[in-house]
């Protein structure tokens, strides 16, 4: 079995963060492991409280699994602080850690909470891009790493050529907030690749950025290539979001094992 590391923020709600990856790495058949950045205190209609864990203590849960633990992949989700990323990427880099994915988590969906304090943009796409062998952008996130306007699909492009100078190996950047198809691009220096697929009419996206980028994680740990991980992360979220959860007042959660429970006949009518 395959081993992959999500280092991110806790949702108490269950949809999003670390709750999200450790699902989705179980729906791929890998062995889900966590370091924890920061508890919230959430639920599907926001983020209401934050408390950071300490970079001692998340540099200490890094050493505890890379000393033991063959590591395949690593996605980095909520990092929130300065201090945070400098600890994260000095460890990651004293490992030589492989497959790191950046979801850069900025704002929260409702766009009521920063889940990454605005001194910390810099070092994060100064420190952490560069070890990457992908970051997963949305709209919002693209346009204040690229510091570009985002509305069609060649403003996509430029932005991706723009990230990817700033010295990770593949831009994949998610089209769930521009109206239309919800189209990701992939930049990978010398070429696009489009990943299609019909927007769903749902309120129940909460966590979907999070899952994706779990999703490519665990291919990439598998030994997929970037742009079959991407491919087959598509798909694998499309239908999470095809089948969500109408839980609680606000966003709902994906159906992360929609497709197993499927196979499996535990689905109820
Ligand atoms: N309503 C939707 N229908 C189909 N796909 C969607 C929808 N909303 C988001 N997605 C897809 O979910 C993934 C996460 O995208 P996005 O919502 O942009 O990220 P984030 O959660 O980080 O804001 C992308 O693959 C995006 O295309
Ligand atoms: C703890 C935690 N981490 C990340 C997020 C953001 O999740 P994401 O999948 O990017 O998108 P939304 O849930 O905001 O749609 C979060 N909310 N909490």
Redesign the pocket.
């Known amino acids: 079995m395959k081993n992959v590391l999500t280092i991110a923020g806790s949702d108490s709600s269950g949809g999003a963060g670390i709750q999200a990856d450790l699902k989705t790495f179980a729906a791929h058949g890998v062995f889900g492991m966590s370091v924890i950045t920061a508890v919230t205190a959430q639920n599907t209609q926001g983020v209401f409280a934050v408390q950071d864990i300490t970079p001692a203590i998340i540099a200490r849960q890094i050493d505890a699994v890379f000393d033991d633990i063959a590591v395949d992949a690593v996605k980095i989700g909520m990092v929130s602080q300065a201090a945070t990323i400098q600890a994260i990427a000095a460890k990651l880099k004293e490992y030589a850690a492989p497959n790191i994915i950046v979801d850069p988590v900025m704002v929260s ?1 409702k766009g009521d909470y920063h889940l990454l304090s605005p001194d910390a943009e810099n070092l994060l796409i100064h420190e952490l891009l560069p070890q990457a062998i992908l970051v997963t952008p ?2 919002p996130e693209a346009e204040v790493i690229a510091g570009k306007t985002i509305r069609t699909l060649p403003d996509m492009e430029a932005a991706a050529k723009t990230i990817w100078e700033l010295g990770p190996h593949n831009v994949l950047i ?4 521009l109206a239309g198809d ?1 189209t ?1 691009i992939l930049y990978d220096g010398t070429a696009f690749a489009y990943f299609r ?1 019909r ?2 009419a ?1 309120k129940n ?1 909460h966590g ?2 999070c899952t ?1 980028s779990s999703a490519i994680a665990a291919n990439l740990g598998r030994g997929l290539s970037v742009a079959e991980a991407v491919a087959a992360a ?1 798909e694998y ?2 239908t999470a ?1 095809e089948h969500s959860l109408s839980l609680g007042k606000g966003a709902g959660p994906t159906h992360h094992f929609y497709s197993l429970y499927k196979r499996a006949g535990m689905l109820e009518e």
């Open positions: 969906s949305n709209i998610k089209g769930g907030h919800s990701d697929a927007r769903i749902t996206t979907t950025g994706l598509k979220i499309t979001i």
